[in-house]
């Protein structure tokens, strides 16, 4: 992948999420040279930059979102994707954040 896909990779998932993810290009750098451990999938990236966004823990974010601790380290490990109604939940409090406190 050339820089430019990258770039343009990173702006598609910036302009979905509706903020900056200034760590995402040097992750997907990361992850096509082989030196990240995991493979994160857009789906599960936007659920890690919204809780970092927000300053919950996981187990404060699994609570917000009436999912187990283990599934939401699950899907921020790269282990299993995000569901449709957490995805949907996400963004309800992205575009509402004063619902999620």
Known sequence: MRKQDIEKAVKAVELDMGHEC???AGSIKDMLDRKA???HTPEQLKI???RK???L???EFSKKINTPLGTLRDWEQGNSQPNGAALLLTKI???NPQLIH
């Open 93 to 95: 409090f992205e575009e």
């Open 57 to 59: 823990t996981q187990g």
């Open 37 to 39: 451990k995991v493979k």
């Open 48 to 50: 890690i930059a919204f």
């Open 53 to 55: 966004k927000m300053k």
């Open 22 to 24: 200034p760590d995402l």
